[in-house]
């Protein structure tokens, strides 16, 4: 089977560092993506892993342990725009379609 | 531009009544992918195409339908078997060979009346 767990919410403060966990259980493994989904819009691609390891892109960081089944998604230096949906996203192997998590809702406060 | 578009944007459907959402992309992506999505849940996978004139059902495939007769085209339609349409429609394509990234489209929101 094929399990994607995440935190259904969050608040963080403006400028400050939040961490959104996931955990994820599949047949097989072959990448683990990070997408953001402002409400109403469509989910656009943020970080993508496949080896053991922190993947940074500027205010944004992905990181993997495979033999957990564990990644998380660093935002720093919050901004009020980060307001947003995270989802967590796995692939099984080869170009089978991603497997989704329910998606954590952050809420950036002033 | 590059990219995959989606229309329309908003559609209302009435009761018996058979919609077909249209999903197209001009990236050379071989594999296309249509996903619904409930207030508050995640993505689901209705339908999914990896080649032209090949596509295999989701989790979720009753009620829905696809055609894949053009590389660049999966359109969706939603059957009056579907009895709780009323969702948003994700259309996504990818790059085959590998781990490749996944491209949504805007979206379609299809409500009933």
């Known amino acids: 089977g094929q399990n994607i767990d995440q935190p259904t919410e969050m608040t963080a403060t403006e400028g400050a560092i939040v961490q959104i966990n996931c955990t994820y259980q599949t047949s097989g493994f072959n990448g683990l993506f990070w997408y953001q989904q402002h409400a109403g819009e469509a989910p656009t691609f943020l970080s993508y892993?496949?080896?053991?390891g922190l993947e940074e892109k500027g205010r944004f960081s992905s990181f993997l342990s495979r033999s957990k089944g564990y990644s998380y998604l660093l935002l720093k230096e919050l901004q009020m725009k980060d307001s947003a949906s995270y989802l967590c996203a796995a692939r099984n192997s080869g170009n089978t379609p991603l497997v989704f998590g329910k998606g954590t809702r952050l809420s950036v406060i002033a | 531009d590059g990219g995959i578009t989606q229309s329309p944007k908003y559609l209302f459907r009435k009761e018996g009544q058979n919609v077909t959402l249209s999903c197209e992309q001009n990236l050379n992506h071989d594999a296309m992918y249509w996903y619904r999505q409930d207030p508050g849940q995640g993505l689901r996978l209705i339908y999914y195409?990896?080649?032209?004139?090949?596509?295999q059902k989701g989790d979720i495939a009753e009620g829905y339908s696809v055609s894949r007769e053009k590389k660049e085209s999966f359109p969706l339609t939603v059957t009056s078997a579907q009895k709780n349409p009323t969702a948003f429609y994700l259309c996504a394509s990818s790059s085959s060979g590998g781990a490749e990234t996944q491209y949504f489209g805007p979206g379609t929101r299809l409500l009933v009346l």
């Open positions: 195409s990896q080649i032209v004139n090949d596509f």
């Open positions: 892993n496949v080896l053991d």
